[in-house]
């Protein structure tokens, strides 16, 4: 059998469940927005306009529940890279807005350029198991209002995978529609691809944000998948303990998914998280403790219990520097949630909490993914496995080199071959220039940034959206 | 007997019983007991020593924040007493405004920011979150800060950090105050770039910057 995880059992996930409900119910969660509080109200729930906060009944959570799909696709511009959810196995994504590079041929860290995203997006398009792109840094070098649209459409020129990102407001939306209308050929070929989804983030504890908010649900009526993303954090912006924490993020998590079920019923949502835990001292959100690591495969099994598909951060570190503490919390962060199923791991590539882009880190943490799958996959007993028939030919002594299953089975997924851990003898290891992980690493970016693009965007499309791209520059920052 | 009271304040401030230092500070008030002296050897000293015992790693940020609180209690009772003593006026190392700029709610920064500057000795006015540029500037105009301070988590709402500097000049009130910034996605090289006068990316190095700009 593959291999199981799992945190909460039955009883604790009623329990949760039950917890946040009486949150919803009895505390309320804040709407700045009258659009938002009308729709809620509306359907029932109690209103305290003033305080611009809104109750939820559980009855609204039931039928936002049946209304978000179970199932749905997010394509991708080739479609060879269309990710069906749920995935049956964990693949990563990026985790965005950092705001840094470790500087490719320097090493230093600078301020991130839209040059990073096109990088990077090269290169996720070379790492299997990763299928959705967030552009991992917000450039410092576009505009501010039009920002958000040039980097996502950057992204569609250099990777042919699903993109993702934020919309911080409701004038985004026209533009990222129309990019994906170019690439899909109408409106309604492009609702029905979902090339483009959106990661909604509350504001914890019990917020939403106004412009993010009237823009999402601006989008959902494109039938974007929305990922609801809560990120209280134990002790400062959610309460001391795991349990209550991931409470208070699932009240969070089903009042997002409300308001849009009620914007937009059917709009395909993704359960996610990015809970954590603070430094005890400086109250510094910690991504890289194991605690967070458990929160967030705590709630991949609470998106299991509501049937959708789940995007929960991991593969996460805080450390400043690709190495020895960046690989061990990543590791710690990332096989929990592919043992409990996540769908999709978020995400790779990001160091000192997610703050910073490492091209290397990606090919690194590209290898962690596959060293996690191998362990997932588990130990496989079947007929085609049983090779019984091998032992009794070999007997006592002697060895299994020459059997053909042993031939075989070398070239299968049996066996994973790393590439980035060395595993030659010592003296190999010498005369080979003593290759370690971020040098082999390195070579790998260099070989895709020098080599040719993968899967090129056509020309006319790629003219299109640098138009759209223009215009947005254009019209998005006029008011400045 | 007073030497007990004075205890009694000190530990108010090191265990953040708000209620408890308020009490205190008013029976300060309520038994004609020396103002000096109660702050120096009662709430002065517990908020003092609460932030060496941060220093020290003993107190965790909860402790801190607590302790801050309480004395802040304490003050807004004591405050318009202190003011008409003679010796009272110097209870405070410099007067500091911060809030979080408009659009942005995260609290929690600037928080710890301002309840470390209150440990070690500030009179700190924290406006909140989500604060418009006007606010900003009408609390530097009233209310003469020494140091403003601005804080920004998302890389979006940074650049209201620069319009808010930008509207200090075109006021001329830049002048009159220095500004320090602070946030995630913020660096030293965004406070060189808005002409901020500085920048530190944890609560302990603000309270140094601020001693710095002011010393």
Redesign the interface.
């Known amino acids: 059998m593959k291999m199981q995880g799992k945190v909460l059992n039955e009883e604790e996930l009623l329990r949760i469940h039950k917890d946040s409900i009486r949150i919803l119910e009895e505390v309320g969660v804040k709407f700045p927005s009258r659009e938002a509080l009308s729709l809620l109200e509306g359907r029932g729930a109690k209103v305290d306009w003033d305080r611009q906060v809104a109750y939820i009944p559980e009855v609204l959570v039931k039928a936002a529940l049946q209304t978000a799909p179970k199932e749905f696709v997010m394509g991708a511009r080739n479609p060879e890279m269309d990710l069906a959810l749920p995935s049956g196995w964990s693949v990563y994504n990026m985790d965005g807005c950092g705001v840094n590079t470790l500087d490719f041929s320097t090493g230093e860290r600078r301020s991130a350029v839209l040059q990073d995203v096109a990088d990077s997006a090269r290169v996720f398009e070379e790492i299997g198991l990763c299928n959705v792109y967030w552009p991992p840094v917000s450039p410092s070098d576009v505009q501010n209002e039009s920002g958000g649209v040039v980097r996502t459409g950057i992204s569609y020129i250099n990777t042919s995978k699903h993109v993702m990102d934020e919309v911080k407001k409701k004038e985004e939306v026209p533009y990222l529609i129309e990019m994906c209308k170019a690439m899909a050929g109408g409106l309604e070929e492009a609702k029905e691809r979902k090339l483009y989804s959106v990661t909604y983030c509350t504001v914890a504890p019990l917020c939403h944000d106004e412009a993010m908010l009237e823009a999402t649900m601006e989008l959902s009526g494109f039938m974007a998948p929305i990922l609801v993303y809560p990120m209280p954090a134990c002790g400062t912006t959610g309460p001391a303990s795991l349990y209550s924490n991931i409470a208070l993020a699932n009240a969070e998590a089903l009042s997002s998914i409300v308001i849009f079920q009620l914007a937009s019923p059917g709009v395909p949502i993704l359960y996610g998280s990015a809970l954590g835990v603070v430094n005890l001292r400086s109250g510094m959100f910690l991504e890289g403790a194991v605690e967070t690591g458990l929160q967030m495969t705590a709630t991949s099994d609470l998106g299991k219990y509501y049937k959708l598909p789940t995007m929960n951060a991991g593969c996460l570190t805080d450390a400043k520097e690709p190495g020895m503490q960046a690989v061990l919390e990543k590791v710690l962060t990332t096989l929990p949630l592919v043992l409990v199923d996540t769908d999709v791991i978020q995400g790779i590539g990001l160091i000192e909490s997610s703050m910073t882009l490492s091209l290397e880190q990606m090919i690194i943490d590209g290898e962690i993914a596959n060293l996690c799958k191998r362990i997932k996959d588990g130990v496989k007993v079947s007929d085609e496995l049983d090779f019984y028939e091998d032992i009794k030919a070999v007997g006592q002594g002697g060895h299994f080199l020459k059997q053909k299953n042993t031939r075989a089975a070398f070239r299968t997924d049996e066996f994973y071959q790393a590439a980035l851990c060395d595993r030659n003898s010592y003296d190999s290891w010498i005369d080979l220039g003593k290759p370690e992980m971020f040098g082999l690493a390195h070579k790998k970016v260099q070989e895709i940034l020098e080599g040719e693009m993968k899967n090129p965007m056509p020309e006319q499309t790629e003219k299109q959206i640098r138009e759209i791209m223009d215009e947005a520059d254009r019209k998005l920052n006029e008011k400045l | 007997m007073e030497a007990e009271l004075f205890e009694a304040m000190r530990n108010s401030i090191l265990d953040g019983d708000e209620e408890l230092a308020a009490e205190l500070a008013e029976s300060v008030l309520a038994e004609n007991l020396d103002l000096n002296e109660a702050m120096n050897e009662g709430f002065l000293k517990g908020i003092r020593e609460a932030g060496d015992l941060?220093q020290a790693?003993e107190y965790?940020?909860?402790e801190l924040v607590c302790a801050a609180d309480a004395i802040k209690a304490a003050l807004e009772i004591l405050t318009p007493a202190l003011k008409k003593s003679s010796g009272g006026a110097g209870i405070s190392k410099g007067r500091v405004v911060i809030a979080t700029v408009e659009?942005d709610?995260?609290d929690?920064?600037k928080k710890?920011v301002a309840a470390m500057l209150t440990a070690a000795g500030y009179d700190v006015y924290d406006m909140g979150v989500d604060v418009p540029a006007d606010r900003i500037l009408q609390a530097v105009s009233e209310r003469k800060p020494d140091v403003l301070g601005l804080s920004a988590l998302l890389?979006?709402t940074m650049?209201e950090q620069k319009n808010v500097i930008s509207l200090l000049e075109k006021e001329e009130l830049r002048d009159q105050v220095k500004v320090i910034v602070g946030g995630?996605?913020v660096?030293s090289?965004w406070a060189e770039l808005i002409h901020a006068d500085g920048y530190s990316d944890?609560?302990?190095d603000a309270v140094k910057l601020v001693a710095r700009l002011l010393g």
């Open positions: 941060y790693g965790f940020l909860p659009g709610v995260h929690i920064g710890i890389t979006t650049q995630a996605p660096s090289r944890n609560a302990a």
